[in-house]
């Protein structure tokens, strides 16, 4: 059974960085995309930041020039280094990935348990 663990999150002051990680642990075979997402009371999760097995990144316009979304793939690891952090951002960050545990099998979404952002003075 595959895990994702996410750690990383806290109470940071406006203008504040933070780094968030998210392992993944079990029998894993490929990853083809890692993603960060984010959520508030009462709204939908959105998605913040991916990359591919390739390296190629996209970013939610909010966080464009202030996330950064970096991943070791043989850790099975994605980060998500997050500066200039604003109230905004207040959130519990949820972890992503699509992966698959066997050669033959499909490609499914794995969700981390979400980790706590607080952005307040």
């Known amino acids: 059974q595959v895990q994702l663990v996410e750690s990383g999150g806290g109470l940071v002051q406006p203008g504040g960085s933070l780094r968030l990680s998210c392992a993944a642990s079990g029998t894993i075979f490929a990853i083809n995309a890692m993603r960060w997402y984010r959520q508030t009371p009462g709204k939908p999760r959105d998605l913040v930041a991916g990359?591919?097995?390739?390296?190629?990144?996209n970013y939610a316009d909010s966080v464009k020039g202030r996330f950064t979304i970096t991943k070791d793939y043989a850790k099975k690891t994605v980060y998500l280094q997050m500066n200039t952090l604003q109230p905004e951002d207040t959130a519990v960050y949820y972890c992503n990935m699509g992966l698959k545990s066997q050669p033959w099998d499909r490609y499914s979404e794995v969700w981390g348990q979400g980790t706590l952002v607080t952005v307040s003075s």
């Open positions: 990359v591919t097995d390739r390296g190629v990144t």
